[in-house]
């Protein structure tokens, strides 16, 4: 299984416009993040977890030519605007999958009300499938993937347990039942949104925390905002097995 971070960014991105910011001035490419999305491949599968704002210049920055589904996480902009983007896909492949709980399903129907439109449809609009999960397992190519409930303030969200891969984006909070069905993972990753406390994102010290429960081989960060600091002055006061992510970062499964 090959993961590819597409963006590991906050919902504003990094830089942030007109921001001054120390990190968003920096010139180190590993300080530059598009909103956060994962593709995750095996096989022949190929899969996002979520698709926001930046999809289409995350799509062509890993040259990626087949999708053939997204998962979604919740339905914040940041998380979902970019579901228009999938057209591409779409003209090639046809009605292009998507899997979300029930109430983000309705939520994007109600952004994106072209693209479900069933009836004198535009054209030139993608098509999706929806496909509804619930906090149980279901199949996605030839695995059973893993729903982890979580609470993004007090809003639902699911991480997703992809056999020995976890991720975890946009959580505040995780019930102890839900962090057992992480146990045994090899790459957990995890939500840092910057030091100081935040409403409704784990700050480094909780996603530390997280990360010592679960004691996966490695941990890497993501969603991670200006304010968390330079990225490696960060990843220098970090647990060894535990990492800050970057856009466009690889890790293969296989090789560890």
Same mark, same amino acid.
């Given at each position: 299984?090959? @993961?590819?971070?597409?963006?590991?960014?906050?919902?504003?991105?990094?830089?942030?416009?007109?921001?001054?910011?120390?990190?968003?001035?920096?010139?180190?490419?590993?300080?530059?993040?598009?909103?956060?999305?994962?593709?995750?491949?095996?096989?022949?599968?190929?899969?996002?977890?979520?698709?926001?704002?930046?999809?289409?210049?995350?799509?062509?920055?890993?040259?990626?030519?087949?999708?053939?589904?997204?998962?979604?996480?919740?339905?914040?902009?940041?998380?979902?605007?970019?579901?228009?983007?999938?057209?591409?896909?779409?003209?090639?492949?046809?009605?292009?999958?998507?899997?979300?709980?029930?109430?983000?399903?309705?939520?994007?129907?109600?952004?994106?009300?072209?693209?479900?439109?069933?009836?004198?449809?535009?054209?030139?609009?993608?098509?999706?499938?929806?496909?509804? @999960?619930?906090?149980?397992?279901?199949?996605?190519?030839?695995?059973?993937?893993?729903?982890?409930?979580?609470?993004?303030?007090?809003?639902?969200?699911?991480?997703?347990?992809?056999?020995?891969?976890?991720?975890?984006?946009?959580?505040?909070?995780?019930?102890?039942?839900?962090?057992?069905?992480?146990?045994?993972?090899?790459?957990?990753?995890?939500?840092?949104?910057?030091?100081?406390?935040?409403?409704?994102?784990?700050?480094?010290?909780?996603?530390?925390?997280?990360?010592?429960?679960?004691?996966?081989?490695?941990?890497?960060?993501?969603?991670?905002?200006?304010?968390?600091?330079?990225?490696?002055?960060?990843?220098?006061?970090?647990?060894?097995?535990?990492?800050?992510?970057?856009?466009?970062?690889? @890790?293969?499964?296989?090789?560890?």
């Amino acid at each position: 299984m090959k @993961i590819t971070f597409l963006g590991t960014g906050t919902s504003q991105g990094i830089p942030v416009i007109g921001s001054t910011h120390p990190v968003c001035l920096s010139t180190n490419p590993k300080d530059k993040r598009l909103r956060v999305s994962v593709l995750i491949e095996w096989k022949n599968y190929t899969y996002v977890v979520d698709c926001g704002p930046d999809f289409r210049q995350q799509m062509l920055n890993v040259k990626c030519n087949k999708l053939d589904g997204v998962i979604f996480t919740h339905e914040h902009a940041d998380h979902t605007a970019g579901l228009d983007d999938i057209r591409p896909f779409y003209f090639k492949q046809g009605d292009i999958p998507i899997y979300a709980h029930k109430r983000v399903l309705k939520a994007l129907k109600r952004r994106f009300d072209y693209i479900f439109e069933t009836e004198n449809k535009y054209a030139g609009a993608p098509g999706v499938k929806p496909i509804r @999960i619930e906090n149980k397992p279901f199949p996605l190519g030839d695995l059973q993937v893993v729903p982890i409930n979580g609470w993004h303030y007090k809003l639902q969200v699911f991480g997703f347990r992809f056999d020995d891969f976890a991720y975890l984006t946009d959580m505040k909070t995780i019930d102890d039942a839900e962090v057992e069905k992480l146990k045994g993972v090899k790459i957990l990753v995890v939500n840092a949104l910057r030091e100081t406390e935040h409403i409704s994102h784990f700050n480094l010290k909780e996603a530390l925390a997280l990360i010592k429960k679960v004691n996966p081989e490695h941990a890497y960060l993501t969603h991670i905002s200006h304010m968390m600091g330079f990225h490696d002055e960060v990843e220098q006061k970090l647990p060894k097995n535990v990492f800050l992510a970057y856009d466009n970062l690889e @890790i293969n499964l296989n090789n560890l």
